[in-house]
DNA sequence: TATGAATGAGAATTCATTCAT
DNA sequence: GATGAATGAATTCTCATTCAT
């Protein structure tokens, strides 16, 4: 006995299917990042994901092109979340001075990444302006960094770009900085690299 | 019949043999760091790297336990190349201050890792004091760089520690700039970012 | 656009798919049978069993884990398809006494072993009551044997141990020497041996 | 400088050659018997063999034609070791009668192969009569076996022939449950089988 | 005799991707 | 949209054997 179902029928654009399909998706996401976090990128196989997610194999190449492709986008939600959520709390606060607010936010950012070593890993050496700068009109969060920057120097006489690349300077100096602390425990670990990068940090500012 | 013993007896460094062997490495290490400078490590096959340097694959694995293994070593080796040329050319000249000294040396490295972007690419930000620091047995240049910083430092009432961190920060920024500023022109070719870089070294010293 | 769903609805046992993938398995087992009987199991390559099977590499290691997974799966099939054969045989006729019935059922295997040396020379002394008792859950024949030796020795006084152990006895005797006698021709051929090995279970009975 | 040596000089035949030699081909095989125990035939390579004595590789190929050859030959030698030291035993005392003098001698075996399991673990299904018999020549323990047994059956009216194939199956079953009971533990440890496989002896004799 | 560097064929295994259902 | 069996090229790695020294 066969039942015919009509392709067009209203049953495939119901609320239902389009959940069940953003839960895959999601499923894909949490899998491939639990997975890339803990057993690295090169020995993570597409198997591997969607064993764990739960989908069937073809169901992965319906939504990602390829693990890079998959990679890429998980980086930049994660980074995102992260900054989000910094740019957030700081904005919530009032400060004395720009020096101040910067602090607060990258203090923000380095406890971030500590209470998640994993997602450090990951983004690391990813977590830069450059990167982030391509992603700005999808995420929110980054180009906010950015007007917050531009704000703290506005009577500094420094043009648009002098800014964006001290911005830059600070960012990617805490980032590696951060890694290699928290990581690799080089040369001290954060405790003791905190006041030495903020030490610097003030200088550059 | 008569057998000739070499005056070294039997236990003697076989000259030709030791010779073939080391061209043979030397192949190995050469083809191996074409290939992952042009085509990426990913997509470079160990069949690959034999094949260029026209040894057999077992010749390989006589040396190396694996593509990562050969790696490890050609980042360490070609780092240590351009400290040790750096060092060098800075302890060949005479400085007015140590500060002129260390942007010298800075100076030095950028222009080296300019000169070859393909190999800035590969130790990427490998090029760290941490990395670098757990090799300086083995490599000369890295401990030389040390000593030059700790003699810069004699009159300030650092302790040695601090003045490890503070040269740690310089050289991670100096690689994670010039990474950026090279490859990716983010946030601007190196020419534009090394005013800004060595502005910001300067006030960190 | 019509899609056809089957009555059984979407989780339904997929007849055509079901069916060409045990044809694939059964295609791996015959050729690995047939290639370790006559090359040797050190000498059958995983890509001899796949091109003789007609299917890719990669479809062997979805269904075995290892050249010694099939075979381990191999000796128990083919011991078992013996063993059930032996006892159907035996049970579908009359003895006079218990002594008659294991000696018909133990010469029935032996006939068995004769007719295919290859398979006696591939299952060899892995035809033990240890081993077989390890799958008696999976396969019937191996626990048909035992109830019929329990009932043979209903009214000895013996224990169920001892009556195992008197059973593991005869079928490790059974095999060792049919092999040697077989195979090797040691001390002598089968057909000497036979009845001097019967004459030994006789007074092990 | 150079020195020559006359190749047929005293200095190659001399004594200390010899011991050189005897001791490389020693430990070539005190190497290969304690990898094949604890590795396994399979996993063990020539150059595991070679690392291990402490020789080249090219010096296991002056003296053993492959892995099989070294194989053959230690199993042959430790077989050999275990019946020469029971005969020996069993000569040395009086026995009543023939029966025990043979129950004397498998508890011997037994008693033996159960220290040393991972011995017999390697001669399993070797030390079987039919391949002792090949060596026979060879190996003096052996033959000793059989003009033990022909002298107990002196008055029986037995053909040599038959007398050979008793010998032989009680050869092959003490090898057999022996191995189950100790190695695999099964039907029973070999304290519980001993005194069965001991009355299945007593029974066949 | 003894060495051990070199070989390279070939073994096992993986995995991204496709496609019929 | 979803599935997962099937593919087979690609890759890593092993190892018995040779041979110049």
Redesign the interface.
Known sequence: ????????GGANLNTKTEIKKREKVDSLYDSAYELFTTKGI?DTAISDIVKRAGVAKGTFYLYFKSKYDILDKIIMRKSNEVLEEAIYKTKSKDFKSFEDEVLFFIDFIIDKLEENRLMLKLIH?NL????L?RFSNEYEGIHKIYLMFEKGYIDSGLTK??I???L??II??T???TY?AII?K???PIE??RP??FD?IR??I
């Open positions: 006995m066969v039942i015919y179902i009509n392709y067009f090169n050496k830069s302006w450059g990167v700068k770009d002098e964006e690349k001290i830059f300077i990617d100096l980032g590696s900085i290699s690799l080089e040369p001290a003791e690299m030495i990068l610097a200088k550059i």
